[in-house]
């Protein structure tokens, strides 16, 4: 089957018309981010740090953490569906580059504590502040605008797309390619493509998946198109990256590689993860909350909590002493 399209006498491949989609979208965007003032134009991060799969943290990063002024405040978060009560005043911080743990058993909350952050569930009290600016009614396409990218467990990827185009509609609200422009071919819009183009080969190349950029996603490995979402937040240059249950189903390899990745962030991206591996949480994060049955039971650093007798129960249950009939 052919993935062509006709308008009238012209034949549009499937490619194109997602390229021209995307510039559609794109321009109401920069409208809306040049009348803010929240235009960017500084090369990405990610791409001018050093040793981003170095095995080390930044001891700087971390020492540098003391004492400013969270970038994500949330107080008091609370969230019913029905008569369930699912999340009973959460309250959580991130410090400015650091990697902040969300664990707890399943049916804990975690996912419901992202979902009220990144605006896909409503609270029903509570506030939200990022950046020194309250969140009030934000929506998750507004995410990417305000500095947040989140990856889904669901990985939410363009199956039938190359990685280099799922990478690069990562960035499609810092493309100011219009429609007129991308219809004509205007030299201007193929330099900024050009420029995202490059710009994603370079994030691949970090993510040590370059080779792949060619390949349609639904044709790669699972551990691979892992990387293609994390490379196609990053394309967002996100100031906060929130991160659902990275290291699920992937090998302890690709487990321990990913964690090498993510520790060479946080020098430009604040981290927030929700995960069951706890050895990959332990490692890597700075601090952790954990949450049982909607309430934070535990926080601090991965070894408070380890040694937390209140997460041990939650975790393994209380101790059932078994007498013989
Ligand atoms: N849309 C919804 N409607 C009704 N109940 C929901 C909804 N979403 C989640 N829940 C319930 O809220 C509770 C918390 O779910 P949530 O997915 O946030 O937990 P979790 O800690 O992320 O669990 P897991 O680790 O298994 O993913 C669970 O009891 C779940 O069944």
Redesign the pocket.
Known sequence: MSDKIRFGQKEVTGRALFRLMACLFSEKDWAIRRRTGTVRREPNPILTRSGVTGPHCNEAVVAGMVDRAPLLRAEELSVS??G?R?LDKVSVEVAPGAVLGVI????????????TLCGF?RPESGSIVFDGRPLRRHRPHQLTRLGIARTLQGLGLFAGLSVLDNVIAGASHRSRTGLVAALLAAPWAERREARLREEAVAVLETLGIAGEAGRVCASLPYGIRKRVALARALMSRPRLLMLD?PAAGLSETETAELAGIVRGLREHTTVML?E?HMDFVMNLCDRLVV?DF?EVIARGTPDEVRADPVVQRAYLGERVEVTDA
Do not use: D, I, Q
């Not at 707890?104 to 979902?115: D, E």
């Open positions: 569906f029905g369930l699912v707890g058993p399943n049916g804990a909350g975690k996912t419901t504590l992202f979902n569930v249950e929700v069951h949450l909607g």
